[in-house]
T-cell receptor, first 118, second 106 residues
């Protein structure tokens, strides 16, 4: 079955760049018309869609984050990544990766807590 | 951005109760509406997609309906494992947006 797993630092300093990786198993990230998303959830709060990339590498982002975010494929490792620049405390959140056909978020990683603190 | 408004924000119910959660979009989203269940400390789980299609493996006590701007999630007979927070999400247009959630408590 399709499984996703996030990896990356749990602590990042303000103004730095967050880099997270999502490793996908059970399906090729370049096949089958999949869309690969990142979503975040601030502690105790609701869900915020960050953006997605298609299996061909075309990306779409939330305008609220667009100037700071990049989502890209690393096809040789069957992974996709999230880069978020100029971090502030407001970026402290659980970050989830997810994948599916377009229009839904079917398969999710377990999430990774990222704290932005000096 | 399309705003998604869920109600109620929380509710108390008992095992066996029928529970209805509503979600309203700030503009028409056709049937591009999904429902997720999240239990504490876990990732959300897709239950319903395209407003009324039950994901394979999801118990049949869950059902969804609606189109345009008004949608409902119904849990036919609440089970102990259903106590969780439920979110609606529109996938009509980017940015995809979620409701603030409905917490179903005992």
């Amino acid at each position: 079955q399709v499984q996703l797993q996030e990896s990356g630092p749990g602590l990042v300093k303000p103004s730095q760049t967050l880099s997270l990786i999502c490793t996908v198993s059970g399906v090729s990230i370049r096949g089958g018309s999949y869309y690969w998303s990142w979503i975040r959830q601030r502690p105790g709060k609701g869900l915020e869609w960050i953006g997605y990339t298609s299996d061909s590498g075309t990306a779409d982002y939330n305008p609220s984050l667009q100037s700071r975010v990049t989502i890209s494929l690393a096809t040789s490792q069957n992974q996709f990544s999230l880069n978020l620049t100029s971090l502030t405390a407001a970026d402290t959140a659980f970050y989830f990766c997810a994948g599916s056909g377009k229009r839904m978020l079917k398969h999710w990683g377990q999430g990774i807590l990222v704290s932005v603190t000096s | 951005d399309i705003q998604m408004t869920q109600s109620p924000s929380s509710l108390s119910a008992s095992v066996g109760d029928r529970v209805i959660i509503t979600c309203r979009a700030s503009q028409s989203i056709s049937s591009f509406l999904n429902w997720y269940q999240q239990t504490s400390g876990k990732a959300p789980r897709l239950l319903i997609y395209a407003a009324s299609s039950l994901l394979s493996g999801v118990p049949s006590r869950f059902s969804g309906s609606g189109s345009g701007t008004d949608f409902t999630l119904t849990i036919g007979s609440l089970q102990p494992e259903d106590f969780a927070t439920y979110y609606c999400q529109q996938s009509y247009t980017v940015p995809w947006t979620f409701g603030l959630g409905t917490k179903v408590e005992i």
